[in-house]
T-cell receptor, first 116, second 114 residues
Framework: GAGVSQSPSNKVTEKGKDVELRCDPISGHTALYWYRQSLGQGLEFLIYFQGNSAPDKSGLPSDRFSAERTGGSVSTLTIQRTQQEDSAVYLC??????????????FGPGTRLTVT | GNSVTQMEGPVTLSEEAFLTINCTYT??????LFWYVQYPGEGLQLLLKATKADDKGSNKGFEATYRKETTSFHLEKGSVQVSDSAVYFCALKDGSGNTGKLIFGQGTTLQVKP
């Protein structure tokens, strides 16, 4: 079956511009996570959605970052006024259920963001 | 807070050599532990996991045992192949905040030469 998909695969943007990154989770997965993979910080958690509950935004690095999940499926991560330190690979993962469940997280291929 | 520490790479081995990648963790309670692998140009894939102390996870010839006394989850393989060249990440499932988010180590690059 189809895995987690993300688009675009690569994005180059100028400093100060806004960008939107998209994630399509595996059908039926209620939990969705965004992570960021960068040279300086490694792999770090950004935000978590579980069904229709309020998201856990505790990992977002600044108020320039926001995310939404429409209809409990597709998610969009938006970065406003991009900065060079935002350059990273943004990974999305989905799971049948999140929290303390034992379900595996399945990762998408990522979006490589470069801010020039 | 919870954290994961991995041995720094890169690790370069000849084909058929024995592999160990060290991983230790700091956590309250007994979190589930994972090894993920990222092959060149591909996304993160779960390699193996262990959910409680003394559990051994295994897959594709790789093994790791959950050792609570040493808070470790070292990855081993008896005979590596060129196709095992990848970046390996140790991770734990964070039990605080009820997200189930993963906390990753820094990753270890493995290069296997023929």
């Amino acid at each position: 079956g189809a895995g987690v998909s993300q688009s675009p695969s690569n994005k180059v943007t100028e400093k100060g511009k806004d960008v939107e990154l998209r994630c399509d989770p595996i059908s039926g997965h209620t939990a969705l996570y965004w992570y960021r993979q960068s040279l300086g910080q490694g792999l770090e958690f950004l935000i978590y959605f579980q069904g229709n509950s309020a998201p856990d935004k505790s990992g977002l690095p600044s108020d320039r970052f926001s995310a939404e999940r429409t209809g409990g499926s597709v998610s969009t991560l938006t970065i406003q006024r991009t900065q060079q330190e935002d350059s990273a690979v943004y990974l999305c993962a989905s799971s049948l259920r999140g929290g303390d469940s034992s379900y595996e997280q399945y990762f998408g291929p990522g979006t490589r963001l470069t801010v020039t | 807070g919870n954290s994961v520490t991995q041995m720094e790479g890169p690790v370069t081995l000849s084909e058929e050599a024995f592999l160990t990648i060290n991983c230790t963790y700091t956590a309250t309670g007994y979190p589930s532990l994972f090894w993920y692998v990222q092959y060149p140009g591909e996304g993160l894939q779960l390699l193996l996991k262990a959910t409680k102390a003394d559990d051994k996870g295994s897959n594709k010839g790789f093994e790791a045992t959950y050792r609570k006394e040493t808070t470790s989850f070292h990855l081993e393989k008896g005979s590596v192949q060129v196709s095992d060249s990848a970046v390996y990440f140790c991770a734990l499932k964070d039990g605080s905040g009820n997200t189930g988010k993963l906390i990753f180590g820094q990753g270890t690059t493995l290069q296997v030469k023929p």
